[in-house]
């Protein structure tokens, strides 16, 4: 069946540190993946996504690859912000249209 | 009104109350879901309208009861509920393309009703 798996935070970090946020997922087929943010008080908004092996997904300076030897992908940001504070969630979409997320991990940033 | 709007945003019941939740998308969408957000669990997908027909139904208890009267509305009527079920209830929608697999087909969520069951 299909599952994702991501780190469980609470992450925090300083400002302008390196982020990566692990994500592995287990799929039947070939599914497309996404990184989705939920801010505070808020629902969860597309972040970026990546719809075959090898892509890379990038946004808002944030980025991950889709690794298929691996399954895993893996979110990343050089440089992060206080403003980047937020859950992350990991997604994949199989077939039919149904998606499956994993529990989210929280990025706390302090100044 | 653009995207995807969920009401009520708050909303405290009884276990013997009966209210409900609306959802509403402006974005030509043609599949909405009700997802369920429980604190440091997996979001649970509860239901899948395609084309106002439900093509998914988690193993939901039955004292939820979704309604979809056409493709921009979606309902969840709530009744006998327990304290378990309190929860950010999220509304969806996404575009359905023919086929088993349609790309990088992706969710557009609601800013979800905090449900607090007494």
């Known amino acids: 069946g299909n599952s994702v798996t991501q780190m469980e935070g609470p992450v925090t970090l300083s400002e302008e540190a390196f982020l990566t946020i692990n994500c592995t997922y287990t799929?039947?087929?070939?599914?497309?993946l996404f990184w989705y943010v939920q801010y505070p008080g808020e629902g969860l908004q597309l972040l970026l996504k990546?719809?075959?092996?090898?892509d890379k997904g990038s946004n808002k300076g944030f980025e991950a690859t889709y690794r298929k030897e691996t399954t895993s992908f893996h979110l990343e940001k050089g440089s992060v912000q206080v403003s980047d504070s937020a859950v992350y969630f990991c997604?994949?979409?199989?077939?039919?249209?149904?998606?499956?997320f994993g529990s989210g991990t929280k990025l706390n940033v302090k100044p | 009104e653009t995207g995807v709007t969920q009401t009520p945003r708050h909303l405290v019941m009884g276990m013997t109350n009966k209210k409900s939740l609306k959802c509403e998308q402006h974005?030509?969408?043609?599949?909405m879901y009700w997802y369920k957000q429980s604190a440091k669990k997996p979001l649970e997908l509860m239901f899948v309208?395609?084309?106002?027909?439900?093509?998914e139904n988690n193993s939901v208890p039955s004292r939820f009861s979704p309604e979809c009267p056409n493709s921009s509305h979606l309902f969840l009527h709530l009744h006998t509920l327990q304290p378990e079920d309190s929860a950010l209830y999220l509304c969806?929608?996404?575009?359905?393309?023919?086929?088993?697999?349609?790309?990088?087909?992706?969710?557009?969520f609601g800013a979800g009703s905090r449900l607090t069951v007494l």
């Open positions: 969806a929608s996404s575009h359905l393309l023919a086929g088993r697999s349609s790309g990088a087909n992706v969710l557009t």
């Open positions: 799929a039947t087929g070939y599914p497309s």
């Open positions: 990546a719809t075959k092996a090898d």
């Open positions: 997604a994949l979409k199989g077939n039919f249209n149904k998606f499956y």
């Open positions: 974005l030509g969408h043609n599949a």
């Open positions: 309208y395609n084309f106002k027909e439900q093509t």
